[in-house]
């Protein structure tokens, strides 16, 4: 039994992907599903990648269990977690900062198996859709040069920081923070679709970038992930810049390709990550 209940979306017209809960006489599951798994791969997901980063999570406590999986990336099936996703307020709250920093601390802390399938960094993502928008744009060509400058200018300055990779979400947003009701120690992060290996504090990056009024508790965050001090401001800034560059292009991309969901996306809105 197919249902849309509990924040469940059913299929859009022109979206890459839809979830959908699943009642079964075997247990209660979520759904994934793309019609068109191109579409993703276009806007820079790995879904091989992410589901085998998931399961690593998974043994961790951070992540639901993925049950099941098509080869060819159309749909895979995940255990459902009933619970309660974050709000802003709580994400900004000290109390929340603090069970976020204890929660990537967990996540830092699994080792990567030498073997791992990790997927495209955020580097790699930037570029492949900087790239995309050129081919179907080339007069605006010089202008994503300059973009992709400006983001390799930053990415050198994370670079500089030296720290070892880890394992990173990379999509982290209050709605894919999640209290299960059956796990009082939570939370448990979802949709892992961007998931890669990166630097530490790109996590962090990707929440700003998302949520700037988290900045308010980010040295507890830090502090509660063990990296207090271990990050200049020049270098701070720079992850949430490449994240808001990663939003445009995906933003510019998915209105170039006259997909439905880039409905009321103003290109003004992200001007300020170009430069």
Known sequence: R???GGGVSPPRPGVAASVWRVDTSAGEFLLKYRP?????RELGADV??????????HDAGLAPAVVAEDAAGRFDLHEFRAGNVWTRSQLCSAQGARRLGTALRRLQAVPVPPALHAGPTLAERVARLARQAAQ????????LECLLAANERDLQLVRS???????????LHPGNLLDPVSVAAGPVLLDWDYAHVGDPLEDLAALLARVPAVAGSLDM??????????GQPAD????????????YLWLRLWRQR????????RSADYRACIN
Do not use: K
């Not at 179907?136 to 010089?142: F, K, Q």
């Open 2 to 4: 197919l249902g849309a």
């Open 36 to 40: 068109d798994a191109a579409i993703e």
């Open 48 to 57: 091989r990648a992410g589901l085998a980063l998931q399961r690593i999570a």
């Open 136 to 143: 179907l744009r080339p007069g605006h060509a010089g202008e």
């Open 161 to 171: 920081a030296g720290r070892p990779g880890v394992i990173v979400h990379s999509d």
């Open 221 to 230: 965050a830090l502090q509660a992930m063990g990296r207090a001090g271990r």
């Open 236 to 247: 701070l800034d720079a992850g949430p810049r490449t994240y808001r560059r990663l939003t």
């Open 258 to 265: 006259r997909r439905a969901g880039a409905r009321g996306f």
